[in-house]
């Protein structure tokens, strides 16, 4: 690689090790709110809900679409969310 591209490459890098950061400020957000429907609910069979689940990757996919970004990569991120939060739950559900 020449050192021309090295250094862009070196830029962009930090750009995204800021965006990172501001994922990991989001995801603490997330939790917290998530640490709150916990509390609401009574029964762990309520932690899955299929037809939000279903409700919120078609949103995805459409606002993928509208903003050019490929909905495969916004499909999969929220999926892998989904399931994590998910299993968050569960582990949680009997602490609260």
Do not use: C, G, H
Request: zero cysteines.
């Amino acid at each position: 690689m020449s050192p021309i591209r090295k250094k862009k490459l070196e830029v962009i890098r930090k750009k995204l090790d800021k965006l990172d950061n501001s994922l990991i400020s989001i995801i603490k957000k997330r939790t917290k709110l998530v640490n709150e429907v916990i509390k609401l609910k009574q029964y762990k069979k309520e932690i899955v809900d299929q037809k939000r689940i279903k409700i919120i990757l078609a949103k995805i996919r459409k606002k993928s679409l509208q903003q050019k970004i490929d909905p495969s990569i916004t499909s999969r991120i929220w999926k892998n969310m989904i399931w994590s939060y998910i299993n968050y739950e569960r582990k949680n559900f009997n602490k609260k």
